[in-house]
């Protein structure tokens, strides 16, 4: 192949030579530097979401039995139970379906803020479901509000209920593996719900609908489990079931 002169291009042959091969690679690069960019801000995105629900989950206003018990006067158990679910699934279904409908404006108003928005909402209102079927079933773990917070929190990034029987499944401490499980939770939850994939002008009925079922299977979940587990006599640590 002949020399370029200076100040003039390399020829190329009839396969694009190699000026072709010299592009593809710094392409290659880009494309690599740029994949790891975004993988960091997926990671610092769903880490501060964690963060924020973490902050969040103490600060959870709950009723506690006799309050529930005032509130729904001769209901029991079950029936207080179903319409604190329903409850919670109209206020998800709402976060939901406000966040779709932003997503379907021409120029959504910062979508990333948005989202996380949604997802702190929707956790706070599941935190607030998880602890008062726990009070309503008669599960109330021990501690103050911050350690049951974080026991909460625990339920919910497992969707399991807590078995206060066994100390073990009380000790969630915040560390490297409940907050990367958190990160999975809330990463799950996302890519399920996330708004732009939503078709299009449908994203307000798709988000509400979305978020409702969530909570719905969450709730369903958690009370399979606080059904199964009797507790016996206790006292303000663990408050008998409704009757």
């Not at 939850?189 to 078709?199: A, E, F, G, S």
Request: aromatic share 4%.
């Amino acid at each position: 192949m002949p020399k370029a002169r200076h100040g003039q291009k390399a020829p190329q042959g009839q396969d694009g030579g190699e000026t072709a091969d010299v592009r593809t690679t710094a392409g290659d690069g880009r494309e690599g530097r740029d994949g790891k960019a975004g993988r960091g801000r997926t990671r610092a995105f769903f880490g501060f979401v964690a963060d924020r629900v973490i902050e969040t989950a103490p600060r959870v206003p709950v009723r506690d039995q006799e309050t529930l018990r005032r509130q729904f006067p001769g209901l029991g158990p079950e029936e207080i139970a179903d319409k604190l679910v329903t409850g919670a699934c109209v206020s998800s279904a709402t976060v939901g379906a406000g966040v779709g409908a932003a997503a379907m404006m021409p120029v959504p108003p910062a979508m990333p803020a948005e989202l996380a928005a949604e997802i702190v909402g929707v956790a706070t209102v599941e935190l607030k479901l998880i602890a008062e079927l726990h009070e309503v079933y008669g599960h109330r773990p021990p501690g103050n509000a911050t350690q049951r917070g974080t026991a909460y929190l625990s339920a919910w990034t497992s969707e399991r209920g807590i078995n206060v029987l066994k100390p073990a499944s009380l000790n969630a401490a915040l560390g490297g593996q409940m907050r990367r499980e958190l990160r999975q939770q809330i990463m799950k939850r996302t890519l399920r719900n996330l708004p732009n994939l939503t078709p299009f002008m449908i994203g307000a009925a798709v988000g509400a609908f979305m978020n409702r079922r969530d909570t719905a299977r969450l709730a369903a979940r958690v009370r399979t489990d606080l059904r199964k587990r009797a507790l016996p006599d206790g006292g303000d640590e663990a408050p008998r079931a409704l009757t």
